[in-house]
């Protein structure tokens, strides 16, 4: 479920929360300059950083203690997946050295990735100041890519077409598709959330949500992504489609409960 804004923590709270801190920020890092090209050492490093950090957050927090099977279902199904690696390369596999060099490389960087998520999840729903900063790193990617939009158009003297401009950056296409669904998908689930919710800080964090969606669109449009616009699109819709038959179930609810009533 998506979380709320606001909260600090305080000094001597900080100071026992630091693998909250680095879990977090290690991963604020990764979003910002996974895309980026010569950084595959400061990747790994930020990644195994983050993943150490969020063993300790995991253990500390106490979260897969006491609680029921149907709660940890989709752990423990995320779990046989690597599992399920290891028994099919020991068992089943018909090329050992490939799949070896996929465990080592593909393989340890989705379980140290699922770990860092797991930690990312407590650290930020224990310590709400960290929201912000956290979300906010969702749109570093869009963000750098309009703004280097502008640069080689303002360089070009003209606005560049945007199948001109995705020869002309770095970024390509899928950069920018996967990282713009990715914001915009904890968008609209964000929003969803606030839909409902009579906060004072509402209107200023819907604000913020449907900014960083038109951000996104705008990166995708530009880096000439169809499968980024489509997908932004396709989710904008849903979110729309959510607004609609939300308070329609709501009613429909409130009419038979006040039928039961009526008719005894």
């Given at each position: 479920m998506p979380l709320e804004w606001g909260g600090r923590v305080g000094k001597a709270s900080s100071q026992r929360a630091w693998p909250e801190y680095v879990c977090v920020a290690s991963a604020m890092?990764?979003?910002?300059?996974?895309?980026l090209p010569d950084t595959i050492a400061?990747?790994?490093?930020?990644?195994?950083?983050?993943?150490?950090?969020?063993?300790?957050?995991i253990h500390r927090s106490g979260f897969l203690y006491h609680r029921r099977f149907l709660e940890l279902a989709p752990l423990i199904a995320l779990a046989s997946l690597f599992l399920w690696v290891i028994i099919h390369y020991l068992a089943f596999s018909l090329n050992p050295a490939l799949e070896a060099s996929e465990i080592q490389s593909l393989w340890v960087r989705s379980l140290l990735a699922a770990m860092m998520a797991i930690?990312?999840?407590?650290?930020?729903?224990?310590?709400?100041?960290?929201?912000?900063?956290?979300?906010?790193a969702l749109w570093v990617v869009p963000l750098i890519n309009l703004g280097a939009y502008v640069y080689v158009s303002w360089k070009a003297g003209h606005f560049l077409l945007p199948n001109q401009f995705v020869w002309a950056f770095t970024f390509k296409k899928i950069?920018?598709?996967?990282y713009g669904v990715l914001a915009v998908s904890i968008?609209?689930?964000?929003?969803?959330?606030?839909?409902?919710?009579?906060?004072?800080?509402?209107?200023?964090?819907?604000?913020a949500w449907c900014l960083g969606i038109a951000?996104?669109?705008?990166?995708?449009?530009?880096?000439?992504?169809?499968n980024g616009v489509a997908g932004i699109f396709g989710l904008c819709a849903l979110l729309v489609l959510t607004f609609i038959i939300e308070p329609l179930i709501h009613r429909q609810k409130g009419s038979a409960r006040w039928r039961r009533v009526l008719t005894g």
């Open positions: 890092a990764l979003l910002a300059i996974w895309v400061l990747r790994h490093l930020l990644l195994v950083t983050a993943a150490l950090s969020a063993a300790l957050v930690g990312v999840r407590i650290s930020i729903a224990t310590h709400p100041g960290l929201q912000p900063y956290f979300f906010a950069e920018a598709a996967f968008a609209c689930a964000n929003l969803i959330y606030w839909f409902g919710k009579g906060d004072p800080q509402k209107k200023m964090i819907v604000t951000i996104a669109m705008a990166s995708a449009i530009v880096a000439s992504t169809k």
